[in-house]
C-alpha cells in the first residue's frame, strides 16, 4: 500500500477515529521458521511421492498450512518472528522461494501491502496456485481501515471465528494442487476449525475475568479492532492499521490524556514494532508495560511462553488474551 498524503494529514483525526471506530463495532461481535529446503522442479503435484511445496507470508498463513496439510505438505514462511509485513520487500531469495513453490498462500488485503502485486501476478504461473486466503471472507463483516477507505482492516486472525472462514480456502488450494491427498486436506481442516472453535470458547470464557470498563487496549499500532469488535475492547493503536508511518508529538499527546482519563493499568508493546513509542508514552502516563502481545507476527515455532508455544495460532491467541486480561484487571 502506498502512503498517502491524506493519510498524513488525516492522522492529526487518529484518537477521534480509531476510538470511533471500535466503539461502532463493539458490542458482541461473534461471528518455523522454516526455510524450505527443497528445490523443486515447480511440478505442481506431490503423486512424484515429494510433498507440496508451499510458501506461506506471515507465519499465521503457514500455521494454517500446516495444520490442514500435515504430513503432505513442506511449509516455507517467508516472514519469520518480528518481521513486520506491512513494510516487508522481497529479497532475491524471497522471489527463487516464490518461484519453487507449487502453492503460495498469503493473507492479502494489503496486509503484504509491498509485494502483494507480485504475489497476485504468480498466480498462474506454470501450473502455481498463488491464493489469498481472506479471498471468500464475507466482506460484509470486515472493518475498514479508517485513513484508507478503500482497503479493509487486514487484522483478522484477531477474532477467531473470521479466521476459521480462512480454512475452506487453504483445503480448495492444497486439494486443487494435489488432488490425491483432497479427502485428508478435507479431514484436517474440519480439525482445524473444531479447534478454532474449542478456541473461541476458550478466548471468550477467559475475557469474562476482566470487568467491561477495564477492557481498554492501548498498542503500538491497529491491529486489534477485530478483537476489539469481538471481544468488548475500547482499542487504541498509536500508529494507523498500517505501521508505515511514524506517530506524530500530537499523537502521543492525546494518547497520554486519554490513558490518564481512562485510568488505563497498562499498555502494550508489540513483537513485530518498535517498542520506543509505547515505552515513552508509558512513562509519561505513568503506567506500567503489561507485556509484549503478537500482532502481525507469531513467535518462533516451540517457543513456549506461559505453557503457549507461541509458534502456533492457537498458542499465540492464547498469549495475547492471558497477557492483557493479566494485566489489565
Ligand atoms: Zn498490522
Redesign the pocket.
Known amino acids: 500500500m502506498q502512503m498517502k498524503n491524506t493519510q498524513v494529514m488525516n492522522r492529526r483525526n487518529w484518537l477521534v477515529a480509531c476510538v470511533a471506530a471500535v466503539m461502532l463495532g463493539c458490542g458482541g461481535g461473534i461471528a518455523p521458521e522454516g526455510d524450505g529446503t527443497g528445490d523443486g522442479n515447480g511440478s505442481a503435484s506431490a503423486g512424484d511421492g515429494g510433498k507440496l511445496k508451499v510458501t506461506a507470508t506471515v507465519n499465521m498463513v503457514g500455521d494454517l498450512v500446516r495444520q490442514v496439510g500435515g504430513e503432505h505438505v513442506e511449509v516455507t514462511e517467508l516472514m519469520g518472528p518480528g518481521v513486520?509485513?506491512?513494510l516487508y520487500q522481497a529479497t532475491q531469495a524471497d522471489l527463487s522461494k516464490l518461484r519453487k513453490a507449487d502453492v503460495i498462500l498469503y493473507v492479502g488485503m494489503h496486509?503484504e501491502g509491498k509485494i502483494q502485486d507480485t504475489l497476485e501476478k504468480m498466480n498462474g504461473q506454470g501450473r502455481k496456485h498463488s491464493v489469498s486466503v481472506t479471498k471468500d471472507i464475507d466482506k460484509t463483516t470486515l472493518l475498514k481501515d479508517p485513513e484508507a477507505a478503500e482497503y479493509p482492516d487486514?487484522?483478522i486472525w484477531f477474532e477467531v471465528p473470521l479466521w476459521a472462514q480462512t480454512v475452506d480456502v487453504v483445503v480448495e488450494t492444497l486439494s486443487k494442487a494435489d488432488p490425491a491427498n483432497k479427502a485428508d486436506y478435507e479431514k484436517k481442516g474440519a480439525a482445524a476449525k473444531d479447534k478454532m472453535t474449542a478456541l473461541q470458547t476458550w478466548v471468550t470464557d477467559t475475557i469474562k475475568n476482566l470487568p467491561e470498563e477495564k477492557r481498554i487496549l492501548v498498542t503500538s499500532?491497529?491491529?486489534y479492532s477485530y478483537f476489539g469488535r469481538a471481544y468488548g475492547f475500547k482499542v487504541v493503536g498509536l500508529q494507523g492499521?498500517?505501521?508505515v508511518s511514524e506517530a506524530g508529538l500530537a499523537d502521543r499527546t492525546k494518547l497520554v490524556d486519554f490513558i490518564k482519563e481512562q485510568k488505563v493499568k497498562a499498555i502494550f508493546v508489540e513483537t513485530s514494532v518498535s517498542p520506543e513509542a509505547i515505552k515513552a508514552i508509558a512513562s509519561d502516563a505513568g503506567v506500567v508495560i503489561g507485556g509484549e502481545l503478537f500482532?502481525?507476527a507469531m513467535g518462533k515455532l516451540g517457543q513456549i511462553e506461559h505453557g503457549n508455544d507461541v509458534g502456533t495460532y492457537e498458542g499465540m491467541i492464547k498469549h495475547n488474551v492471558s497477557t492483557i486480561v493479566n494485566a489489565l484487571k
Do not use: R, V
Open positions: 513486520d509485513p506491512h496486509l487486514p487484522h499500532h491497529d491491529a492499521i498500517s505501521t500482532s502481525d
